[in-house]
């Protein structure tokens, strides 16, 4: 029963966190840019059931393979790419947290 809600609260709790302390002065549209991390979900409509509670997205979907998480983690180095990576790897983050508590 807690697991949604810890899943949840990261994909969206923490952006939210992040942008609200290291981008003030445009946390909306920090905010905003990091939740398109979430879109990174659409590789769940490349299998079947799209939605199985009991897989685990990390290395199952090809945007969540162990190869695109490197690729999201040097998005973090431009400063132009920086907030998207951000989004995607606190994407992962969260949906790793939900493969640990299964």
């Known amino acids: 029963m807690l697991q949604p809600v810890i899943h949840y609260g990261l994909h969206f709790g923490l952006p939210l ?12 549209k920090a905010y905003g840019i990091m939740l398109l991390g979430m879109l990174i979900d659409l590789d769940h409509l490349l299998v079947n059931p799209i ?7 990390i290395n199952f979907h090809p ?40």
């Open 51 to 57: 939605f199985d509670p009991n897989r685990c997205s």
């Open 63 to 102: 945007l969540h393979t162990y190869y695109a998480m490197v690729a999201y983690v040097v998005f973090l180095v431009p400063k132009k790419t920086r907030l998207i990576g951000l989004g995607l790897v606190i994407h992962i983050i969260a949906d790793s947290v939900d493969c640990w508590l299964m």
């Open 17 to 28: 966190l992040i942008a609200l302390l290291f981008f003030k002065t445009y946390w909306l």
